[in-house]
């Protein structure tokens, strides 16, 4: 894990102080104790303020697609809007519903955040700023964030509305079939890359993201993956689930105050996490970038810490969705099942199968250029 | 056309549409924004002459307005927004004549169809541009249009609104 | 049309015709669906579109008129009328099977006149709840808010249809139909929703997405602007058309002021002419834009929506700038227009026109051939040309299902004979036809406004008009093409300065009655697409 460069402002020279220091000083349950509340406290916070972050620039982007200016009223350039609008959320009356199942109502929200939560705390942000490093991450992200649809299939049945039940049922069927696009897609990429820990496979493309090393085939399932991911998180144009002109909101028709907020929240933090994933399996996670043999180069590019990398990258998938999301009108649930038993699927296995030949037969770029690599 | 190249032309045709949409919102990512900067933008912004906005009476420096209160205003007004109260005077040569008291204008009910500023025979009233007319109460919606102690003019004069408007 | 009148004393020995404004027919009430069906069986001229329903208090008799004309050529028009001196329990013949769009005329009847009408499906009031007490276009009508207090309860929304039928042995039997079965998934749409485009309510009989059956409940914003009217002076009543339909509210202004200016033999000047036509057109345009961009809304694709309101503002801001107003125009007046137009009128129109051209292209790259958008426009909500006749479509949907009915082209009026224009016909029948049709009327309509822009005349802008109209008695019809569809006025003059009835014909009112026809096995997603590709607007069903 340690780059031969030198990276001053690199958080991990904070961490690993800390971390000495507390051994130093504490016996190793104590000191570990601390770590796992501070790292859980760092965890929510950055979960909370990310959110924040990204329903500004989500709404700002928009504004400029739609010749508009978007917030600009809160703090200079509308800097505050998403803090005053979260207090708005917390301010909310929590409307009861008549006749709903009270219980799952209620525990419907938590389910959908606690799920993106599980996935977030795996997140590589940056060097050193890993939570868990599983040696199944690849296998683990895709389990627990599949159980966020617990959350919208409880929603819907407990609200006592039928908006909300139609658009639950919708988000049922459109995740089961997208997460088998988005596992396959992943898995083609474990093919490439022989492991399903994040921090071996980012490190695996240091001179060479598997994007391009696996070119044609690792192409095909980047923007596969793209797009499921997109439709798992219910963002347009694959928000049937929400389906604001038809089911008014969806499965979160009857929610309020915090608890929509909880929805709200884990939709954006979805988005975040889809985008991270990506970056990660595809785009070099956290690496800088490098080139074979150009110290110098490598240099420079080390000197911008390894988070900025990554949230950089992010950033820029986050922004391809947004342009996808607000340049199509929306899927039919048809032509939603369609795209994806007719076209991702087929289309994914050949996939898998043409990795399989690539990396067994040596045609991946790190395979054909050695030297280079 | 077989069932496999119908397959991927329509893929492919499928992704160049949606592509050239794209390309249409990243150009206007960069257009320039139409959002009116209201009240930031309340000196440059331009409200058309003829925007009707709000019923006004116009008085002359010497405080004196045309409406000879005949009602007609208020007769021709679909939804009886105008109450033109008057009062009888004596004038100095013993002959008694209507004036006018107070002339009451209803916001709130007003559907500024236009129709009292045409059919006023005096040309004693019409519509301004001034359109900021929010207020938090009902009551302040009724509008008394001719000023406190105002009088009518006389004929001879210049008419108050210029002809063409 | 001597044919015609053979046709219908051959039919009906007793008719009465009359040549007034229309040739008119008074039969009764017995004969008229007889003589209805020969009409419309008529091989060589069928007349097969019901453009009017009226019903009417004539004093002793309440009674209903009937505007027929023929889908081959709407100027080919005959009045049928009907009418039963039992006001207590008055009952007519219903000519639902004929015409489709009867059915909701018919019921509105009821609710307003309380006429009932034989072998009706479904003979619930339209607009008014069940329980309003009196009829209220009737001249006896007791409007004490009293006997109709303001609730604040929610009513229930009857379910069980009363209906009177005629067996075969010419019995009359009242019986009762469900509307739904006891099982069925209902959901409301409406009347609070985002892609209803008013205060519509559908009730939705779903299996699974898909819609099984549809029950349209409207009148929850009913102003009753036709009983208002009577009570009214004519310049009175020009303010309310505005509130019909808002988007053409200039086309349906000058609709209303025709009917006036022809009764009371006006000359309307040259100029005023110009500059009516150039706004209608232009209202036409803005009423397409804001079609446009709310039917990408209802698809999901927020994004078009605001470019569509984008270009329309401009329109707005011409408006704005001639006559004062941006939705509520208030530009017709009887005899002319209120206002001249403005000194850069012309350059901003030019201006407009090719800017709005090269915009035209971008919604083409933008949304004509998304393959998502075509897959929820193609082959979805199909509307035979039949099925437009029966229910009366018009509009852009009408010639989205092959029906040439631009009254423009049938029944020139102002200026439209004088311009070259051509009528948009698709024959599909799908939302993409009404879709495409909307985008190439626009085109229609610049090039209208470019023959016209350069040519305006020098000269009045209002004739002299008395100050207070009283038109002679007698009956006055007017159709115009508003941007919706065909739009109407029927005034009923007995010699007074207000009218004795006044009835509007609403193209929405057509377009929502064929929902529940071309909506049936749809997806409940491509209910709202195919309600946008309808484009209705409901303060003008709502009247």
Known sequence: MVLNYSQPLEISNLTSWLDSTLRGNLSEFWALLIEFVLVAVVLLTAYAVIALILIYAERKITAFFQARYGPNRVGKWGLLQSVADMVKILLKEIVRINRSDRFLFFAAPFFMIIASMLTFGAIAFGKGLHAIDFNIGVLYVTAVSSLGIIGVLLAGWSSNNKYSMIGAMRSGAQFVSYELSAGFALMTIVVLAGTMQFSTMIEGQRYCWNIFNGHISSIIAFVIYLISGHAETNRGPFDLPEAESELTAGYHTEYSGLQFGFYYLAEYLNMFIIASIATTVFLGGYMPIQVHGWDGFNQIMAYIPTYVWFFGKTAVLIFLSLWVRWSFPRLRIDQLLNLEWKYLLPINLVNLLLMVILVLTGFTLTGLFPGLF | MSSVSQYFSGLFTGIKSLMLGMSVTWKELWTKKVTQQYPENRGTLVISDRFRAELTMPHDENNEHACTACGICQMNCPNGTITVNSKMIETEDGKKKKILDTYQWDLGMCTFCNLCVLTCPSDAIKFENTFENAVFTRSKLMQQLNHEGSKLREKKKEPLIPKGE | ?543
Request: hydrophobic share 40%; glycine share 6%.
């Open chain 3, 1 to 543: 049309m001597e044919n015609i009148k053979k046709l219908i004393l051959n039919t009906v020995k007793e008719a009465v015709i009359e040549e007034k404004q229309k040739l008119t027919v008074t039969v009764a009430y017995d004969k008229l669906h007889q003589l209805a069906k020969a009409l419309y069986d008529n091989v060589e001229l069928p007349f097969d579109v019901l453009v009017y329903l009226i019903g009417m208090d004539r004093g002793e008799e309440l009674g209903v008129n009937y505007l027929l004309c023929s889908s081959k050529d709407l100027s080919k028009e005959i009045v049928l009328k009907t009418g039963t001196a039992d006001r207590e329990n008055p009952l007519l013949y219903s000519v639902t099977d004929l015409y489709e769009t009867a059915h909701y005329n018919e019921r509105e009847v009821f609710a307003l006149l309380g006429i009932r009408f034989i072998n009706n499906p479904d003979m619930r009031k339209f607009f008014l709840n069940a329980d309003w007490v009196g009829y209220p276009l009737r001249k006896d009508y007791d409007p004490n808010p009293e006997l109709n207090p303001v609730s604040i309860e929610s009513k229930e929304i009857v379910d069980i249809a009363p209906r009177v039928m005629e067996t075969a042995d010419g019995k009359l039997v009242e019986d009762t139909v469900n509307i739904f079965g006891d099982d069925d998934y209902i959901i409301n749409i409406g009347p609070q929703h985002p892609s209803t485009h008013g205060v519509m309510h559908f009730r939705t009989a779903l299996d699974g997405e898909i819609v099984k059956k549809i029950d349209v409940h409207s009148g929850y914003i009913h102003r009753g602007i036709e009983k208002l009217s009577e009570s009214l002076t004519y310049p009175q009543i020009l303010h309310f058309t505005d509130r019909l339909d808002y988007l053409s509210a200039n086309i349906n202004r000058h609709g209303l002021c025709m009917a006036v200016e022809k009764a009371a033999e006006i000359e309307v000047p040259e100029r005023a002419q110009y500059i009516r036509v150039i706004m209608d057109e232009l209202t036409r345009i803005d009423s397409h834009l804001l079609a446009w961009s709310a039917m990408t809304n209802d698809l999901g694709a927020t994004t078009a929506f605001i470019y569509g309101m984008r270009e329309r503002e401009i329109i707005l801001d011409i408006f704005d700038k001639t006559c004062g107003g941006r939705l509520i125009i208030n530009q017709n007046v009887i005899g002319g227009v209120m206002f001249d137009i403005y000194s850069e009128f012309q350059k901003d129109v030019k201006a407009f026109i090719p800017y709005m051209r090269e915009k035209l292209k971008e919604y083409d790259r933008f949304f004509s051939h998304n393959v998502i958008a075509l897959g929820r426009m193609i082959h979805i909500g199909k509307m035979s040309k039949e099925a437009a006749i029966s229910y009366a479509v018009t509009g852009p949907a009408g010639r989205g299902s092959g029906w040439s009915c631009d009254i423009r082209k049938h029944i020139p009026y102002s200026l439209y004979n004088k311009v070259e224009f051509k009528e948009i016909i698709r024959t599909e029948g799908d939302s993409y036809a009404r879709y495409l049709n909307r985008l190439d009327e626009i085109e229609e309509s610049l090039h209208i406004i470019e023959q016209l822009i350069d040519n305006i005349p020098d000269g009045d802008v209002c004739a002299k008009v008395k100050p207070i109209i009283r038109l002679p008695e007698g009956e006055y019809y007017q159709r115009v093409e508003a941007a919706k569809g065909e739009f109407g006025v029927y005034i009923e003059s007995r010699g007074e300065k207000n009218p004795y009835r006044l009835k509007f014909r609403s193209p929405s009112m057509a377009l929502v009655s064929a929902m529940p026809l071309i909506c049936k096995g749809e997806k409940i997603s491509d209910f709202i697409g195919i309600g946008g590709s309808m484009d209705y607007v409901i303060p003008d069903i709502d009247r």
